[in-house]
Nanobody, 121 residues
């Protein structure tokens, strides 16, 4: 049915930057609203950023202007540029969409497998 695949995570020092990417497999024709979530050990998963197909964005308060979400609808790709990272940003980051259009029709609530981001102090 297709999948979302995140990449770009890693280990970075506080104040550094990372760029996460989320790419849809070829069987996915389009992605509707795209979201980035994160989950730190022992904590609930929380929304980081959202972007609609027309590029309207929304961010969690803790982002404080440090992250930028973008997308390329032609490539079915969503990116999250993270700057001025803090140790408290350490988490597994997940890509999510509320709806995909696949070769077999519509499907809902797709999640990637996650990518680890670790920020050292």
């Amino acid at each position: 049915q297709g999948q979302l695949v995140e990449s770009g995570g890693g280990l970075v020092q506080a104040g550094g930057s990372l760029r996460l990417s989320c790419e849809a497999s070829k069987s996915i024709l389009s992605i509707n609203i795209a979201n980035w979530y994160r989950q730190a050990p022992g904590k609930q998963r929380e929304m980081v950023a959202t972007i609609t197909r027309d590029g309207t964005t929304n961010y969690a308060d803790f982002v404080e202007g440090r992250f930028t979400v973008s997308r390329d609808n032609a490539k079915n790709r969503v990116d999250l540029q993270m700057n001025n990272l803090k140790p408290e940003d350490t988490a597994v980051y997940f890509c999510n969409t509320d709806r995909v259009h696949t070769v077999k029709g519509f499907d809902y609530d797709y999640w990637g497998q996650g990518t680890q981001v670790t920020v050292s102090s």
